[in-house]
């Protein structure tokens, strides 16, 4: 079954087909998208067999693209799903990206045996922790290639443990 149109107060997430994506990527819109980040996206986007791409939006306010978001990869065996989010320059501080990661977290959460999300941030993204907390995320150790690792529980799931990565050290 293809992912719904999610709508919010102010936002529509559309489900990113491979069309849309290279259409994006060929031609891209005024006011900074398709970002970096965007544009890795959409390329994958691009490259997928359109029943291949699942959980994967395009985010519109006032019907212009401003960013994309979505499931980063495939549930994990302990029920662990990872998610991503990207929002153009002209688009942030606006609280947009609080709606729409919300709008993406309850769409998630739905999903069978989705346990947990899961997000990797950049140190110093201050922009993007202070998001993660306002949705109930926390930081539960280190992530991939030196990235925080942040995490929530699905409801009716226990709470998110805090985990600690490296050695103790005194």
Known sequence: MPDAVVRTERLVLRP?????????????????????????????????????????????????????????GALSPDGDQELGYSLGPAARGQGLGTEAVGALCAVLERQEGVRRLTAEVRPGNEASLRLLTRLGFMEVGGGSSGHLLLARAAPGQPPVPRRWAGRHVC
């Not at 490259?47 to 939006?57: E, K, Q, W």
């Open 16 to 72: 990113l087909t491979p069309a849309t994506a290279r259409e994006l990527l060929d031609r891209g819109v005024p006011g900074g998208f398709p970002g970096e980040d965007d544009s890795r996206i959409l390329a994958q986007v691009a490259a997928a067999s359109a029943g291949d791409v699942r959980h994967t939006y395009l985010l519109l306010h006032h019907d212009r693209p401003i960013g994309t978001l979505g499931a980063a």
